[in-house]
Nanobody
Framework: HVQLVESGGGLVQPGGSLRLSCAAS????????MGWYRQAPGKQRELVARITSNGSTNYADSVKGRITISRDNAKNTMYLQMNSLKPEDTAVYYCNFENSVRRIYWGQGTQVTVSS
């Protein structure tokens, strides 16, 4: 069955960096777009960054210039390099992907906490 496994979350001080990874497995169909979303307490889940199979990216305005999304298609793995982290980046981060038959899958989430 399809699995997305996120890793790399944790506690970091403001201004610090973290790198999240998301490994997808079990999909019978090719993976098209992949994305990172986040949900802070009391808020709706929001898009952080998205990357297509050919490498096109888009970012939320709040993270532009600080966060970079990338993927390794051969490994079905996606990354989120987060620099200059702020307390408002604190959230549970979820990865997802859409396959070639337009089915969407979500990971379990990884907690990112930015605090001194």
């Amino acid at each position: 069955h399809v699995q997305l496994v996120e890793s790399g979350g944790g506690l970091v001080q403001p201004g610090g960096s973290l790198r999240l990874s998301c490994a997808a497995s079990g999909s019978r169909f090719s993976i098209n777009a992949m994305g990172w979303y986040r949900q802070a307490p009391g808020k709706q889940r929001e898009l952080v960054a998205r990357i297509t199979s050919n490498g096109s990216t888009n970012y939320a305005d709040s993270v532009k210039g600080r966060i970079t999304i990338s993927r390794d298609n051969a490994k079905n793995t996606m990354y989120l390099q987060m620099n200059s982290l702020k307390p408002e980046d604190t959230a549970v981060y979820y990865c997802n992907f859409e396959n070639s038959v337009r089915r969407i899958y979500w990971g379990q989430g990884t907690q990112v906490t930015v605090s001194s």
